[in-house]
Every structure is written in structure tokens, then in C-alpha cells.
T-cell receptor, first 111, second 112 residues
């Protein structure tokens, strides 16, 4: 089955700096890679996703890159703001099917 | 709120009791998923449905866990003879085929 590893487990940055979270996956059949943001006590919310036919996707301050050969993908947040503080989860699988999640990254943005 | 709805939000039960959780997906979403999330971990897939058909159930944690989606709309997750290790957040999500999944707020289960 799929195995997803996520690093780092915690990340502290100053407001305005960039943050990068990296994930690796094991199953080359995975073709869908979403990122979810989860604030304390709240539901995971999809912030961006990428499919295996695309190498990079951007949405305002958030971007995701995918390297299928190396089986890794990364989340990039630029110009971080205190409201970006949350736990971020990467996942891998097939859209509309089961997802395998990474262990999460706690991002803290210091004002 | 037209998002995924879960009930109850919190459940405290004594060890050995049975519990049932309900999930109402986003209207017209034909796929519905159940995940479990323990503290500090990512969601762990349990099972999913397309309409009323359960497409994958081998990931259910034990035979004490079962799920149904009798009419292809809402779903229930039942845990029989609860154990302390069952304490977790149980998340439901829904989607169309081949699209992103949207999660509910979850049901937090505490087994005492």
C-alpha cells in the first residue's frame, strides 16, 4: 500500500518569511496529491491539490510542486501570515478514492 | 451549512458499549469516506462508498467496526464493544468521483 512521509513535523517562521513542507510517497500509481490545513478543533480544509500530469500549481501565496520521478511533492507558502499557523497534511492517492495522509506539519508563524 | 455534517460532535461512552455516528455528505456527492484521526496524526482511511455500495472495507480496524450507506445519502459508522484505544476523532468526507474530498467537523469519541 501507499506510504506517505512528511517533513518537518514542526516549522516555525517569522511573519513574511516563506515556509516549505515536503512529502514523499511510495506508490507510483498515486496520481493525486492534495494538501489540507487543519486548525485546532476544526475540520481539515483543502487548500491546494495537484495531479500527476502537472509539475507545479499556484494559488496566490500557495504553490505545490510535484516530482513524479523522485516521488516527492512540496508545499510552498510565501509571505506567511499569523493566520497561516495550523497543522498541514499532505496526502497521496487517486482522486475520488482513498487517500493516504502524511503525519502532519505544525506551522507556527511568529508576528 | 451545505458542507459535510456529522453527528454527534462529541461522544463519551463507557468501555464495552456500542456507538453509532452519522454523516450527511454534501448533496449529490456520490462518494463518502470515513477516516479516523488520533491526536497528532494524519487521518487514517477506514472505508468508503459509492452511492450505497461499499467499495473498500478491508481497512476497517477490526470486525467491531462497520459502516452503512443504505440509500446512498447519509452514512453511519458503528463501533461495537468499544475499547479505550477507539478514542479518536472520526472524520467523514464526501466527493464526486475523481474530485477533491471535503471533510466534516468530525465526531470526537472518548471511551472511558
Amino acid at each position: 500500500g501507499e506510504n506517505v512521509e512528511q517533513h518537518p513535523s514542526t516549522l516555525s517562521v517569522q511573519e513574511g518569511d516563506s515556509a516549505v513542507i515536503k512529502c514523499t510517497y511510495s506508490d507510483s500509481a498515486s496520481n493525486y496529491f492534495p494538501w489540507y490545513k487543519q486548525e485546532l478543533g476544526k475540520r481539515p480544509q483543502l487548500i491546494i491539490d495537484i495531479r500527476s500530469n502537472v509539475g507545479e500549481k499556484k494559488d496566490q501565496r500557495i504553490a505545490v510542486t510535484l516530482n513524479k520521478t523522485a516521488k516527492h511533492f512540496s508545499l510552498h507558502i510565501t509571505e506567511t501570515q499569523p493566520e497561516d499557523s495550523a497543522v498541514y497534511f499532505c496526502a497521496a492517492g487517486d482522486a475520488g478514492n482513498m487517500l493516504t495522509f502524511g503525519g502532519g506539519t505544525r506551522l507556527m508563524v511568529k508576528p | 451549512d451545505t458542507g459535510v455534517s456529522q453527528d454527534p460532535r462529541h461522544k463519551i461512552t463507557k468501555r464495552g458499549q456500542n456507538v453509532t455516528f452519522r454523516c450527511d455528505p454534501i448533496s449529490e456527492h456520490n462518494r463518502l469516506y470515513w477516516y479516523r484521526q488520533t491526536l497528532g496524526q494524519g487521518p487514517e482511511f477506514l472505508t468508503y462508498f459509492q452511492n450505497e455500495a461499499q467499495l473498500e472495507k478491508s481497512r476497517l480496524l477490526s470486525d467491531r467496526f462497520s459502516a452503512e450507506r443504505p440509500k446512498g445519502s447519509f452514512s453511519t459508522l458503528e463501533i461495537q464493544r468499544t475499547e479505550q484505544g477507539d478514542s479518536a476523532m472520526y472524520l467523514c468526507a464526501s466527493s464526486f468521483v475523481s474530485t477533491e474530498a471535503f471533510f466534516g467537523q468530525g465526531t470526537r469519541l472518548t471511551v472511558v
